[in-house]
């Protein structure tokens, strides 16, 4: 089993399989790809690990099933040393996971949170996205994958609470404001050279930006999260996150129907 590649089971639209991916391809980890349909996912993530994780992404290595995305760069590292994600300097390396994992606590679920929650508003559109971006056997659902996944994403984010939006919103701003700041002008978050402190960021960010090298680069939500998302496009951490998938968001080389099951 140890000899086998590598496998990741993700959710394609998941930013925090984003950040999984994205560590696996800067450190060209030839590896394969599984996609069960969302919502079942946790069934899939709890059997792979024997109950201790629920989520995805999970990645299968070596013979271990790895859950969480800060454990897998932490593997990656330790088992793919070139091009090394972490400072080799020990107190840039703290403030590197630092802020890995102050991204992680204080952006990931508030950016999937307000996505979600205008999806949810608009069950037709959430119908098309669905259709574009869930495996096929989801996709081919139709109006049902749509209703599912807006029940789903109700009752494991909170994405049908108009408050619990709003707060998800000040929460994204305030990690626009975290990274400005922590950037202070210069390239990266730490040091002079990219690290996992700067891939956490750009990667949860995604679903706000959209970088051209990202997942679905031309998705369009409703109008409200585009004129929220508008706004903030010229801003320096805005266009800070662009230039990371530009600078470091290395061309996928698994077609997208080859990681659905």
Do not use: C
Request: hydrophobic share 45%.
């Amino acid at each position: 089993m140890e000899n086998r590649k590598p496998t990741l089971w993700h959710i394609q639209i998941s930013h925090y399989s984003e950040k999984a991916r994205w560590a696996l391809r800067y450190k060209s980890v030839e590896h394969e790809r599984r996609a069960p349909v969302p919502g079942a996912h946790m069934a899939v993530a709890a059997w792979l690990t024997r109950g201790k994780h629920f989520t995805f992404p999970v990645l299968e290595l070596d013979g271990e099933r790895i859950g969480d995305s800060t454990a897998i760069i932490a593997a990656l590292e330790e088992r793919f040393p070139a091009l090394a994600l972490y400072p080799a300097d020990p107190d840039e390396r703290r403030r590197a996971l630092e802020l890995e994992d102050w991204f992680d606590e204080e952006l990931g679920p508030y950016a999937r949170r307000l996505a979600f929650y205008e999806l949810s508003r608009d069950p037709a559109l959430m119908t098309q996205v669905v259709g574009r971006t869930a495996p096929p056997a989801m996709a081919r659902l139709g109006r049902v994958g749509g209703a599912s996944a807006r029940l789903f994403t109700a009752l494991r984010f909170g994405a049908a609470s108009a408050e619990g939006a709003e707060t998800a919103r000040g929460k994204v701003l305030a990690a626009l404001d975290r990274l400005e700041a922590e950037l202070g002008g210069r390239e990266y978050l730490v040091g002079d050279r990219f690290t996992v402190a700067d891939l956490t960021a750009a990667a949860l960010f995604y679903p706000l930006v959209r970088p051209a090298e990202g997942p679905f680069p031309g998705e369009r939500l409703t109008e409200p999260f585009e004129r929220f998302r508008e706004g903030l496009a010229g801003r320096p951490g805005f266009r800070w996150v662009e230039e990371m998938f530009r600078r470091h968001r290395r061309p996928e080389r698994i077609p997208v129907e080859a990681a659905a099951i």
